[in-house]
């Protein structure tokens, strides 16, 4: 299947600090999504994001195909963007399953 | 759109006995997926409904689990004679059938087995 490598795997952020987020994988997709599951691990869409830039408040994110990367651009954090970021992606030749990375831990302290 | 709903949220059982879960995916939605989701890792996933037809179940889908869609609306999730191994977040998602859409996921059961 295909690889999904997610960075950094945790990070401590001050409250109102940016950060980026990054996603890449292993060959070509048809669906790439950005979660946040928050501490009762319910899993938010952020963004359904194939290809392009989407903005969406204090949350940006880019897929570049071609290259096989998602970077989540978050500004202004605040505390109760604490919690994991998920990168998944549903490969080209296989559209019936999303592959996880393992995640970004975002802590967000006042 | 109400979203995705998963019953229970939280169920403990002892090892051996047999579990149900249930979902109820967004009403339109004729794709629906269950994850399973351990400790600190990445949801994974299990198996796969178009409808009422089970398309595509993962290796990680044991004898021991099924899974049901009955009419093509709610589904069920089995898993019997649990083992402590079985202790995880069981996830559940819906999609439209076209290509590419995008997947909304339930608030997950959580499941405890002593």
């Known amino acids: 299947g295909i690889q999904v490598e997610q960075s950094p795997p945790d990070l401590i952020l001050q409250e109102g600090a940016n950060s980026t987020l990054r996603c890449n994988f292993s060959?070509?997709?048809?669906?790439l999504q950005w979660f946040h599951q928050n501490p009762w691990g319910q899993l938010i869409n952020l963004f359904y994001?194939?290809?392009g830039t989407k903005q969406n408040g204090r949350l940006s994110a880019t897929t570049v195909a071609t290259e096989r990367y998602s970077l989540l651009y978050i500004s202004s954090s605040q505390t109760t963007g604490s919690g994991v970021y998920f990168c998944?992606?549903?490969?080209?030749?296989?559209?019936?399953?999303?592959?996880f990375g393992s995640g970004t831990k975002l802590n967000v302290k006042p | 759109d109400t979203g995705v709903s998963q019953n229970p949220r939280h169920k403990i059982t002892k090892r051996g006995q047999n579990v149900t879960f249930r979902c109820d995916p967004i009403s339109e939605h004729n794709r629906l997926y269950w994850y399973r989701q351990t400790l600190g890792q990445g949801p994974e996933f299990l198996t796969y409904?178009?409808?009422?037809?089970?398309?595509?179940k993962s290796r990680l889908l044991s004898d021991r689990f099924s899974a049901e869609r009955p009419k093509g609306s709610f589904s069920t999730l089995e898993i019997q004679r649990t083992e402590q191994g079985d202790s995880a977040m069981y996830l559940c998602?819906?999609?439209?059938?076209?290509?590419?859409?995008?997947?909304?996921f339930g608030s997950g059961t959580r499941l405890t087995v002593v």
């Open positions: 060959d070509s997709v048809n669906n």
């Open positions: 998602a819906s999609s439209l059938e076209l290509r590419g859409n995008g997947y909304t």
């Open positions: 409904f178009q409808n009422e037809a089970q398309l595509e």
């Open positions: 994001i194939p290809s």
């Open positions: 998944a992606v549903e490969a080209q030749y296989n559209f019936n399953k999303f592959y």
